[in-house]
């Protein structure tokens, strides 16, 4: 069956826009994550949806990032007022259930985000 | 706080030459431990888990308790073994995956 699939696959904007990353999980898949790779970082955590329970915001960097997840399939992640350092790829993952009762993570292609 | 260490940004072996990538962590509880692989062009993809005790293309890893450790070794390298490997860990509650910073493996002919 299909994966992760995120979109859009690129995604260019200037500096001071808004924009959106959509993210479609697993059919079935429980739990969704939200990871961010900047350059010549590793993976950073953002966000996780587990069901109808509140998300963990945790990760988030500022409160100019916010996500959904709307009728525990589709998620969307929205960054307002973009930043030069909000470059990055965006990356989506989603599980069967919580990780830690071994259920490992499954991860999209990712949106590579480029702020002008 | 969770943290894993990769200390190597890249390790260059020939093929056929043994490898080991390095992944020390620090976790309070009892953490799960995870090798996930990218090769070129791909998405990142789970290669294995200390859980399941299991080798994947020749490749093992056994958690160390004591040394908080949880190295990626392969006695035998291949050319097609060339990509980038991260450590990663989740905590208790299983919410997040904490990764290292990444590994490239370069196997030359």
């Not at chain 2, 290669?47 to 392969?74: C, M, P, Q, V, Y």
Request: proline share 4%; hydrophobic share 30%; glycine share 10%.
């Amino acid at each position: 069956g299909a994966g992760v699939s995120q979109s859009p696959s690129n995604k260019v904007t200037e500096k001071g826009k808004d924009v959106e990353l959509r993210c479609d999980p697993i059919s079935g898949h429980t739990a969704l994550y939200w990871y961010r790779q900047s350059l010549g970082q590793g993976l950073e955590f953002l966000i996780y949806f587990q069901g109808n329970s509140a998300p963990d915001k945790s990760g988030l960097p500022s409160d100019r990032f916010s996500a959904e997840r709307t009728g525990g399939s589709v998620s969307t992640l929205t960054i307002q007022r973009t930043q030069q350092e909000d470059s990055a790829v965006y990356l989506c993952a989603s599980s069967l259930g919580r990780t830690n009762h071994n259920q490992p993570q499954h991860f999209g292609d990712g949106t590579r985000l480029s702020i002008l | 706080a969770q943290r894993v260490t990769q200390p190597e940004k890249l390790l260059s072996v020939f093929k056929g030459a043994p490898v080991e990538l390095k992944c020390n962590y620090s976790y309070s509880g009892s953490p799960e431990l995870f090798w996930y692989v990218q090769y070129s062009r791909q998405r990142l993809q789970l290669l294995l888990r200390h859980i399941s005790r299991e080798s994947i293309k020749g490749f093992t890893a056994d958690l160390n308790k004591g040394e908080t450790s949880f190295h990626l070794k392969k006695p035998f390298a291949q050319e097609e073994d060339s990509a980038m490997y991260y450590c990663a860990l989740t905590n208790n509650a299983g919410n997040m995956l904490t990764f290292g910073g990444g590994t490239r493996l370069m196997v030359k002919p």
